[in-house]
């Protein structure tokens, strides 16, 4: 019962981003990179699998800033293992990555016929393609997204899945194991773990480093970004300027005058 | 024989989706600048009828298999590599929701067909299909080519309005005969959500909070504006996902579509999956730290400022103009 996650840095959106002299890509030197949300629910689902079913759960990254504290903190929540695909080139795209990374889980022992395969739904830079159906169809397993909430019967190779629809419907699925699922949500909010156990599971567990296996050639995504850029402020908010006090009185008024108080 | 541009018809539950008519008004554009004939590809079961509503297409190509009951990605991109093998495009457009989301990607995959997600308009220029692109939660905009054909675009909703894509015509139908094999993923049943004790999509006014307001324990201030207006509370993803609130308050690809006098989102980025469920409101009012924050595209009026300080600073003013802060 082995359950694959596979997480994915991207840039803070919280932060500003910047775009590269290139204009065409994401200036990265300046970037903070976090783990994909998504990502960070299915870590949980996997843990939640482990929790009540058993299993064990591998964390598996690309080299990238950041992932090693990713990495530590995944075994600091209950991941038995952690894998990093050291090699893999700067701004590495969706498509690249799921070729590089289904490399990896083809030949490192251990990785290969995991049960379950999870990773986020959906990462705000999969500008050429979704990260589980493209390992699904590199693997040979099947497929289903927008997942929050996940069973499996192990010993019967089955998992009900829940899908969620629009207008807040959801769809039980059943699905012969093993299967890619993307994650939406978890059954659960992501788990909060300390620094101080991050920091202790850094004295005492490693980091397993395996160079990538899988090369992608230039032009492996099939698409040519041609220009990036910030949205232009359409113009269409009219910002109010001033304390919150100031800002709350004016934009009372105008509720008031269109007749919204 | 003039070359052909798709949309990928979408339908659930027996209704053909909205994003299918924004395509197809979408695709009726480049088509007619590609000089391409433009067909909608209907994969259902027993869903004849639905190609009535698609005369915005100059041709329905059907597929009529039990398997397209309904909408697994696996079972569709199956059948359009079958098709793909009989049929040439230039370009196949893909609705990119909860519905669809997948089926671009994998048959993208399966035929090593480039893939264009997150489109939000595609144009010829330039001797190429260019594609708009929303990336990073709104932040950045991407113009985007394909190198090599067909392409395959996966569509935001909100592309073009839907009534452009309908037609009252009667559309021909070319039937294609597919061969399916036994899919690994079966529907067993769905689940409707449970009847919240409020239903967003029938307020004039809603108060909506989004990671910003930081804890469940700061919801009180968001109910106490709402109470002002007779409205209700409602919330982007992340609120939902703490589970500070329930599913039937969440506004946006999984949740609802509401159209209020009144939307006020507070501590909202304004990602494509939110907006698109709250855009078409009357009076959009945004408070976000982040000056650069997407949802200050779409709102009418705006401040930049913690929502913890806004938010009952609104409520206090909203009181005293009612005549009743004094009292408070």
Redesign the interface.
């Known amino acids: 019962m082995n359950i694959l996650v596979v997480l994915r840095m991207?840039?803070d959106?919280?932060e500003?981003?910047e775009?590269a002299p290139d204009g065409k890509s994401?200036n990265l030197e300046f970037a903070r990179m976090v783990l994909s949300?998504s990502d960070d629910?299915a870590l949980e689902q996997a843990l939640l699998i482990k929790e009540r079913d058993g299993g064990t759960v591998t964390a598996l990254a690309l080299e990238a800033p950041e992932v090693d504290e990713v990495l530590f903190a995944a075994l600091a929540k209950g991941a038995d293992r952690a894998l990093k695909i050291t090699g893999p080139k700067e701004g590495v795209t969706t498509?690249e990555a799921a070729h590089i990374i289904a490399g990896v889980i083809s030949s490192e022992p251990g990785l290969k016929g995991a049960d379950l395969v999870l990773t986020g739904?959906?990462a705000?830079?999969?500008?050429?393609?979704?990260m589980?159906?493209?390992l699904?169809?590199?693997l040979g397993l099947?497929?289903?997204?927008?997942v929050t909430g996940l069973v499996p019967n192990f010993s019967a190779r089955v998992a009900?899945a829940?899908?969620?629809?629009?207008?807040?419907?959801?769809?039980?699925?059943?699905?012969?194991l093993p299967?890619t699922f993307?994650i939406?949500?978890a059954e659960?909010?992501p788990r909060y773990v300390p620094v101080a156990k991050v920091r202790a599971v850094m004295k005492s567990r490693k980091i397993d480093c395996v160079s990538l296996t899988e090369t992608v050639e230039p032009?492996f995504?099939?698409?040519?970004?041609?220009?990036?850029?910030?949205?232009q402020?359409?113009g269409?908010?009219?910002?109010?300027e001033g304390s919150?006090?100031q800002?709350?009185?004016a934009?009372?008024t105008?509720?008031?005058e269109?007749g919204?108080? | 024989m003039a070359a052909e541009f798709w949309v990928i018809v979408e339908h659930?539950k027996g209704r053909v989706s909205q994003i299918t008519y924004e395509a197809l008004a979408l695709g009726r554009e480049v088509a007619d600048q590609l000089g391409a004939s433009l067909h909608a590809v209907l994969l259902g079961h027993n869903a004849h009828e639905l190609a009535s509503t698609l005369g915005k297409a100059d041709c329905v190509i059907y597929a009529n298999h039990p398997l397209f009951s309904?909408v697994v990605?696996?079972t569709y991109a199956e059948a359009l590599v079958q098709l793909l093998k009989e049929r040439k495009t230039r370009s196949i457009i893909f609705p990119l929701?909860?519905?669809s989301?997948?089926?671009a990607?994998?048959l993208?995959?399966?035929l090593?067909?480039?893939?264009?997600?997150?489109c939000t308009d595609i144009q010829f220029a330039e001797g190429k299909i260019?594609a708009h692109?929303?990336?990073?939660?709104?932040?950045?905009?991407?113009?985007?080519?394909?190198?090599?054909e067909p392409t395959i675009f996966g569509l935001w909703p909100g592309a073009r309005p839907a009534d452009k894509g309908f037609s009252e015509r009667r559309p021909p139908v070319e039937e294609f005969a597919v061969s399916l094999s036994e899919?690994?993923?079966?529907?067993?049943?769905?689940?409707?959500?449970a009847a919240g004790d409020v239903d967003i999509t029938q307020q004039e006014?809603l108060v909506a909070v989004g990671r910003g307001i930081q804890s469940q324990e700061n919801l009180h201030l968001a109910e106490n504006l709402a109470k002002?207006?007779h409205g209700a509370v409602c919330a982007s993803?992340?609120v939902i996902?703490?589970?500070w609130l329930p599913?039937?308050r969440?506004v946006g690809?999984?949740?609802?579509?509401v159209k209020p006098?009144?939307y006020l989102a507070l501590g909202i980025?304004g990602a494509p999956e939110h907006t698109e469920g709250m855009k078409a409101a009357a009076?959009i009012?945004?408070v976000n730290t982040?000056?650069?924050a997407?949802i200050?595209?779409?709102?009418?009026?705006?401040?930049?400022?913690?929502v913890l300080?806004?938010l009952p600073?609104?409520t206090?003013?909203?009181e005293s103009?009612?005549g009743v802060g004094s009292h408070a």
């Open positions: 991207v840039p959106v919280v500003e981003l775009i994401l949300e629910h498509r739904t959906q705000i830079n999969d500008l050429d393609g979704l589980a159906p493209l699904a169809q590199e099947p497929f289903l997204g927008i009900l829940t899908k969620e629809y629009p207008r807040g419907v959801r769809g039980e699925f059943e699905v012969a299967a993307g939406q949500a659960k909010p032009g995504s099939l698409l040519q970004v041609l220009e990036m850029t910030k949205p402020p359409s269409h908010a009219e910002i109010l919150a006090d800002t709350a009185g934009l009372c105008i509720l008031a269109r919204l108080l | 659930w309904e990605a696996e929701t909860n519905v989301l997948g089926a990607t994998l993208g995959a399966r090593r067909l480039p893939v264009v997600n997150f260019q692109c929303i990336l990073y939660g709104g932040k950045i905009e991407s113009r985007v080519a394909a190198e090599g899919p690994a993923i079966h529907l067993k049943k769905y689940m409707e959500p006014v002002q207006f993803r992340p996902d703490q589970g599913l039937s969440q690809k999984s949740g609802a579509t006098k009144l980025s009076l009012v945004a982040d000056s650069g997407p200050f595209n779409i709102a009418h009026y705006g401040i930049v400022g913690d300080k806004v600073a609104l206090k003013a909203i103009r009612k």
